[in-house]
Each structure stands twice: as C-alpha cells, then as structure tokens.
C-alpha cells in the first residue's frame, strides 16, 4: 500500500511556481511571479494563497497557454469570463494545484506591453524550489497589493493598505504615487484613497465605481461598455452580455452542465437581464 504523505501548504507553492516557471522558461516568456510567496517578507500575510499568480509579457501569453495545456494543466476559466477586466485566466494541474495567468493587471492604463517592460526593467531576482525566477521590485508589488485592494472595494485586506501605503513614510509614499503615474494608474488607486470622484474625466472612472462598490450587474456592463476601446470592443461586450457563462457555471456545479441545464440558466439571464435594463430605464441618472 503506498503511504499519503502531507506536503505542506508553502512547499507545494513553491513548487507550483517553479513548475510555472520552468513551462515559461520553455516557452522562452518572460515571466514575473507575484503575490503570495512571490511578496517581499515585509508584505507577505498569513496564510498564503492557495493558488499562484504570474504576470506575463502579453505577447508571449498564447507561447505559455498553449505549454501549460501540453503540460497537463486544464483551464477553469478563461481571459473574457474571468473578470471584468479580462485580464487573467486560471489554470489546475492536478500535482501543482491553481495557476493565475494574468496578461495585464487591472488599474494600470498604459499599454499593457509597456507596463509589463517598466516591471521587467526593475524586477528582483528570487528562487522558487531552486528554479531562478523574477519577482517586481518591491515599489511594484506595492503597487499590484494597493490595485487589487481598489477592486476588492470594502473587502480589502487592512494589511495591504498598511504595508503598501499607510506605514509608508512620506517619501516612500510619494515616490510610489511617481509610480502610478507612470503606469496612469491614478484612478484604481484614488479607490483606495477615498478620492475617485477627482478622476470622473478619466473613461475608466465608471467601471472603477462600479467595482469598488456594490451595484448591478447591468451597471458593470454599462460601465464595461463605457470603458472599452472603440466602437467594436463596445459591440464585442453587448454581445456577450446577455450570454451565459458556461465556464462559471460549470465550476461552481463541479461538473458539465447539460444542454437542458444551460437553457435554462440562458433563460434566466435573459429574464434577468430585462429586469436590471428596466430598473436602469427608470433610474437613469446612476448611469452618469
């Protein structure tokens, strides 16, 4: 009989970076590994993730997809259903467990490929299970914690905001506010800060309130809508929102669904969907 042996929690982390990394090495992309126990010691939290998040150069993402499904990762769920932003997709192996797949990280407003180049210039090095790794400079990983607390709104972790902003000194403080200038991220951090209604010029300035506070589903899409690039990206997103996601669905019932089943859920967002558009009709100065 073969004995179950117990890895613990940070070993199997490890782990599941390095293999990330090694599948990235592979693939000849540049990788920076981030959150978790990518973080610096002075932002780390206890308990670490149960997943892995690495931020790719968006050219080399389809090289690193196509690599992690020749590896024997399955993907959960993908860049357009994973978030509003569709900036990341997840990944599940069954030895290294859920792998984070982001292509741009939400809040930072220049071009994604050119942000990624501002970290990749002043990454740190760091080794995941003996396999060398890239992490961001400890000014960046501040920026990514304070980011990700403006789209959890009031779920933020206090703990992100204290170590990558309120313990900050003065100075520190403003060189991280030069920043996120840089990357034009302005606006997600103004969420943090209590002060977006400042950014309502900004085309980002809808979708960061609809986020960062609770409201309807039709007030995101609308405020996707309003964000997105040009007349087709705005078309792409009325196309899919009234379509159900199959993805979601499927892994929150832990199996396939069945043709009856997505019927049904399709009929019901449809229903949904006329409801919130009615409310809206009626209430139409949430819009502005």
């Known amino acids: 009989m073969t004995e179950s042996v117990v890895v613990p929690d940070d070993v199997a982390r490890e782990f599941a970076h390095a293999a990330a990394e090694h599948l990235a090495t592979a693939a000849e992309v540049r990788t920076l590994h981030i959150k978790g126990l990518a973080l610096d010691p002075s932002l780390r939290r206890d308990p670490i993730s149960n997943d892995v998040d690495i931020l790719v150069d968006p050219a080399g993402t389809s090289a690193l997809c196509e690599r992690l499904a020749e590896a024997g990762w399955v993907i959960e769920t993908d860049f357009v259903s994973g978030s509003p932003f569709e900036h ?73 905001l204290d170590s990558s902003w309120r313990e900050l000194t003065h100075t520190q403080q403003q060189q991280l506010r030069a920043r996120i200038g840089q990357f034009r991220a302005e606006p997600a951090f103004a969420v943090t800060q209590g002060t977006l209604e400042q950014f309502r010029a900004r085309r980002s300035y809808r979708l960061w309130r609809a986020v960062s506070q609770p409201t309807s589903r039709t007030a995101e899409w609308y405020a996707r809508m309003y964000a997105a690039d040009g007349l087709a990206g705005r078309l792409r997103l009325i196309g899919r929102a009234v379509v159900v996601n199959r993805q979601h669905l499927e892994v929150l019932a832990g199996r396939p669904l069945r043709r009856r089943e997505l019927l049904a859920a399709q009929w019901r967002r449809v229903r949904e969907t006329g409801r919130e558009l009615s409310k809206a009709a009626r209430r139409p100065e949430r819009h502005r």
């Open 88 to 160: 990341a997709a997840t990944w599940h192996h069954p030895v290294w467990g859920y792998l984070d797949v982001h292509r741009w990280w939400p809040g930072i407003e220049i071009d994604p490929a050119q942000a990624f180049d501002l970290m990749w210039a002043a990454r740190r090095p760091r080794q995941f299970a003996g396999a060398a790794a890239a992490v961001p400079a400890l000014i960046d990983q501040r920026v990514i914690l304070l980011l990700n607390a403006a789209r959890a709104g009031s779920h933020a972790r206090p703990q992100d």
